[in-house]
């Protein structure tokens, strides 16, 4: 079966985490400084705290917010659902704006209307890799004095008039599972254009451990002390994870320029075919596509699906609306209240779209797509 995504291994990524195997350190040592530091500034030089998945650093950002009881999310349903959940375990309240019909990203007329005092985040997703439109979504945060988060878990090499994903939101946060645009085996990282609330993540991720002597309010243990003023958990990455997120940094434009490839290509083919709908692209963003989502109109999605996957294609859906999830159906969110996204989803197709796919393999999808459409 052809996945619809992959991690691309080579061997300098192999000799980067061998090489880690051998030394000293294999958690919290110099290769997590330094993957830290370079994810920092591929994110446009804030300060980026590593993680052990995307949905950790969306624990650890929400953490660090202090979000609890009485607090609102607005964010959108068309994503994984931890970009919701993460603020619904800390016991905030979730409140799901729509997304736009076209690009299927979070719209901010809808989360204009969501907003109030209670608000502290608008949590976007820029969803397939295409950023979400910040300029716009940021004056509606400040003005209820909440702060913006991007879960960029699929858009990390991407750019927004000519800012790049990492500085777009207050917060951002990303995921190098295997499938996303770089990967650590399983991995995330948190970033702050605030450096008190990266410090707070940091302490947050390293369970609540502070070893800051101006800070002390045990004054004269000794020079072991460390202490805790707040409840963490242990998120660290490892050192032979970031080692291996280092080597693959340095691939990530190269990734950046075959997903566009491979995307292209399937936009040229598929615009003309009847039955189908391409994904759409505003002018000002460089995305860094992480998924293909076709629309299959018609009604015919659950067949097309159910079809390429006999074919050998290992098509998938991204995604079932968030509050469509029994947990949030439980507790009285009701289908119906965003139309877009319902009706996005129940079009929605991935594609395999991953680097090191092949063009005849791109070809092969086609064809496979449009024999079972046409
Ligand atoms: C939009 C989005 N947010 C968060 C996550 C969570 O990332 P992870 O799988 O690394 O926990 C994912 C991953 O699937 C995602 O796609």
Redesign the pocket.
Known sequence: MLPYGRQSIDEDDVDAVASVLRSDWLTTGPAVDAFEKAVGEAAGGHRAVSAT???AA?HIAYSALRLGPGDQVVTTPM??V??ASCASILGAEVVFADVEEDTALLDPSAVDMAVNERTRVVAA?DYAGHPADYDALQPIADRVGALTLD?A??SIGGSYRGRPVGSLADISTL???PTKNLTTA?G?AAVFRDPDLAKRAHEFHFIGLMRDAERFELTDEGPWHQEVHEFGLNYRLTDVACALGLSQLRRLEQFKQRRAEITARYNEALATVAGLRTPTQREDVDPAWHLYPVRVLDGRRREVFEKMRERGIGVQVNYIPVYWHPVYARAGYRRGMCPNAEAFYAEQLSLPLFPDLTDAQVDQVIETLSEIVG
């Open positions: 998945s995307g949905t969306l994503t994984f931890a970009t997703v879960d878990a699929h995921s190098f599972f399983e995330g």
